[in-house]
């Protein structure tokens, strides 16, 4: 099958496919920020648990 394959394939001029060249990426939208939801760093997270369970008795 692979010779048929290869036979067909000699067969075709490519100078008469048109080449397509991909178009430039759209950019990213930029991230909505939420002010009821500020960043908090998982550091600071892992620090106030640590420091929280060294405070309970």
Do not use: F
């Not at 759209?26 to 892992?46: C, F, Y």
Request: glycine fraction near 6%; proline fraction near 11%; hydrophobic fraction near 25%.
């Amino acid at each position: 099958m692979s010779q048929e394959l290869r036979r067909i394939a000699c067969g075709i001029d490519l100078t008469r496919l048109p080449l397509h060249r991909r178009g430039p990426k759209k950019p990213q939208p930029k991230r909505e920020t939420s002010a009821s939801k500020p960043h908090v760093s998982t550091a600071r997270l892992i620090d106030q648990a640590k420091s929280a369970k060294g405070k309970t008795p």
